[in-house]
């Protein structure tokens, strides 16, 4: 069956993930202890960062920074923290995050690298008639400013993120949203990603599952949960297009 729509992840996918997040991470961890009014130690800052699944500088591809929203990542944090005998609340942890994560991104000396020229790869998806949604574990306010700041945020017909109202992935909805703005069958969408949770989201959805080596996940992991790997998202319009031969 022919693809007819694409629901994209975003970091690691769309956009570098290493770049950008790890960096963003340690000083989050810094931040979220000051905001606490807990002691600055490089202990707690490491605390932190295991939980978010930074190891040694490296971002485990199936930890909470690599695919998770911040209210899951703050519950990570909150029971690492209890282990130190540090008492926090969850729900406002999550909304300290996310505030701090997007604070600090927005600073200048941070910067989105794209994995391709993304508004030439969904101009060329769009002339062949295919629509174009995201899928991320992301804030609306967040996506928004990455997709203006790039000048693509115009080339998106479906914005799947967390907004307080939208399941993260891997439940269904953001899919399903998707599927029924436009009528489409399950099998003419295509999921895109970087990670093992991406893959589960799309089997769970019925979706053909492409998986992409430009994040956090290495070959090994995803090909045993993928329909299909690619290098990047650059490489989407000619295996279509060698699917439809």
């Given at each position: 069956m022919?693809i007819?729509g694409i629901?994209?992840?975003?970091?690691?996918?769309?956009i570098?993930?290493?770049?950008l997040?790890?960096?963003?991470a340690k000083?989050?961890?810094?931040?979220?202890?000051?905001?606490n009014?807990?002691?600055?130690?490089?202990?707690?800052?490491?605390?932190i960062?295991?939980?978010?699944?930074?190891?040694?500088d490296?971002?485990?591809?199936?930890?909470?920074l690599?695919y998770?929203?911040?209210?899951?990542i703050a519950k990570?944090?909150?029971?690492a923290l209890q282990?130190e005998?540090?008492?926090?609340?969850?729900e406002?942890?999550g909304?300290?995050?996310?505030?701090?994560?997007?604070?600090?991104i927005?600073?200048?000396?941070?910067?989105?690298?794209?994995?391709?020229?993304?508004?030439?790869?969904?101009?060329?998806l769009?002339?062949e008639?295919?629509?174009?949604?995201?899928?991320?574990?992301?804030?609306d306010?967040?996506?928004?400013?990455c997709f203006?700041?790039?000048g693509?945020?115009?080339?998106f017909?479906f914005l799947g993120?967390?907004?307080?109202?939208?399941?993260?992935?891997?439940d269904?909805?953001?899919f399903?949203?998707?599927?029924?703005?436009y009528g489409?069958?399950?099998?003419?969408?295509?999921?895109?990603?970087?990670?093992?949770?991406d893959?589960?989201?799309?089997?769970?959805?019925?979706?053909?599952a492409a998986?992409?080596?430009?994040?956090?996940?290495?070959?090994?992991e995803?090909?045993?949960?993928a329909?299909?790997?690619?290098?990047?998202?650059?490489?989407?319009?000619?295996?279509l297009a060698?699917?439809?031969?």
């Open positions: 022919l007819k629901l994209f992840d975003k970091d690691g996918t769309l570098d993930f290493k770049s997040w790890l960096k963003a000083e989050v961890a810094r931040l979220f202890l000051q905001v009014g807990l002691t600055d130690t490089k202990e707690l800052q490491q605390v960062l295991e939980a978010m699944g930074v190891i040694n490296t971002i485990d591809a199936k930890a909470p690599a998770q929203t911040y209210h899951e990570s944090i909150c029971d282990k005998a540090v008492e926090l609340d969850e406002l942890a909304q300290q995050l996310s505030v701090l994560f997007e604070s600090v927005s600073r200048k000396e941070f910067s989105y690298q794209q994995i391709v020229p993304l508004k030439e790869l969904f101009d060329r769009h002339q008639h295919i629509l174009i949604g995201l899928a991320t574990a992301d804030t306010t967040a996506v928004r400013r203006q700041k790039l693509i945020l115009s080339c017909d993120w967390d907004d307080g109202s939208m399941k993260p992935k891997p269904t909805d953001m399903e949203r998707f599927q029924k703005r489409l069958q399950a099998q003419e969408i295509m999921v895109v990603g970087d990670t093992l949770n893959m589960l989201f799309a089997h769970r959805c019925h979706a053909k998986g992409v080596l430009s994040g956090l996940a290495a070959y090994e995803l090909e045993k949960e329909d299909i790997v690619l290098e990047n998202v650059g490489e989407i319009p000619d295996y060698d699917q439809s031969i």
